[in-house]
Structures are given as C-alpha cells and as structure tokens.
C-alpha cells in the first residue's frame, strides 16, 4: 500500500471553536477523508464538526518552505494510524516543534525580560611568543591555536 501523508484542516465546535489539523496516512484525499470522519465520529461523538480541508502534504513544500527530516519524523508518527491508535488534534497555527526553552516564544525569540545571560558578553583571547611578543590567537583556517590565554571581561546581563 503506498500510503501518502495528508494534512486536514478543521473547526471542533464545543465551549468555544477550535481551529485545528491533524495527519492522516492514507492512499489517496478521498481516503484519508473516510479515516478522518471515521476516527472524528468515534472520538467526538457529541461535538460537531465543520469546514474540513484536505491537502496533500509534500515535505518539499509546506507553507513556503521545505521541512526537515526531524519535522518529517514527527508528522510521520503523529499521523493517524499510529501505533498508540490517537488522532493528535494540534492548533491549526502552530508549528510541529515544540518550545525547547521556557525563555522563548514559538518563533525562537526571547520573551520580554528574558535576557540570556551571555548576550554582549566580551572575550578576550591573547597568545605570546617565546618573547614575550603578541601574535594571532588563530591560525588561518580561524582555528584557536594551542597555548593561548582568554579573558572574560564582562557582560552588561550577567548574574
């Protein structure tokens, strides 16, 4: 079975409306649209359902840009049928990595007040001949050379 990915778009009427997308592997649009009705129905009985959308996901192509292989593994085990049999119900805006810092948004950013300790932070890197003369730090592939001496001198952010 030559199984593709597809990503469906969707509205879940409870409380409030939830944009939301889950992934779906199937043979082709009209079957991935039979699983995901399928799954929804059984998992949702009592909330309604409307506007579905379904593409077909390239890995090449999504949202102007060319996902990675780390993005590609994670959509291909959040995608329904999975091994623990969930339909993964994820914000129709949000990205497929999660956050890696509690300091940083959704794009990578640092939060307001949230200023690493390490940002304008100042090295300086001497090395000496055997007279005692100063001479490169590094040799011409930018590599630091053996023997040489740093100094921090500050930062405007640290603790």
């Given at each position: 079975?030559?199984?593709?990915?597809?990503i469906?778009?969707?509205?879940?009427?409870?409380?409030?409306?939830?944009?939301?997308?889950?992934?779906?592997?199937?043979?082709?649009?009209?079957?991935?649209?039979?699983?995901?009705l399928?799954?929804?129905?059984?998992?949702?009985?009592?909330?309604?359902?409307?506007?579905?959308?379904?593409?077909?996901?390239?890995?090449?192509?999504?949202?102007?840009?060319?996902?990675?292989?780390?993005?590609?593994?994670?959509?291909?085990?959040?995608?329904?049928?999975?091994?623990?049999?969930?339909?993964?119900?994820?914000?129709?805006?949000?990205?497929?990595?999660?956050?890696?810092?509690?300091?940083?948004?959704?794009?990578?950013?640092?939060?307001?007040?949230?200023?690493?300790?390490?940002?304008?932070?100042?090295?300086?890197?001497?090395?000496?001949?055997?007279?005692?003369?100063?001479?490169?730090?590094r040799?011409?592939?930018?590599?630091?050379?053996?023997?040489?001496?740093?100094?921090?001198?500050?930062?405007?952010n640290?603790?």
């Amino acid at each position: 079975m030559n199984s593709n990915i597809y990503i469906i778009y969707y509205i879940i009427h409870s409380a409030f409306d939830f944009h939301a997308k889950s992934f779906i592997k199937a043979s082709n649009k009209d079957h991935a649209g039979e699983v995901f009705l399928k799954k929804i129905k059984k998992d949702l009985k009592k909330i309604s359902i409307s506007n579905i959308r379904i593409y077909h996901l390239n890995k090449n192509k999504y949202k102007g840009r060319v996902l990675s292989d780390k993005e590609w593994e994670l959509i291909l085990e959040k995608s329904y049928p999975n091994t623990k049999h969930k339909l993964y119900k994820i914000s129709k805006d949000s990205w497929f990595a999660p956050n890696k810092s509690d300091n940083r948004d959704s794009q990578g950013r640092f939060s307001t007040n949230n200023t690493p300790w390490n940002k304008g932070l100042r090295i300086s890197f001497e090395k000496r001949n055997e007279n005692g003369k100063f001479c490169p730090a590094r040799n011409k592939l930018g590599q630091f050379q053996s023997g040489i001496k740093y100094q921090i001198i500050g930062s405007n952010n640290m603790i």
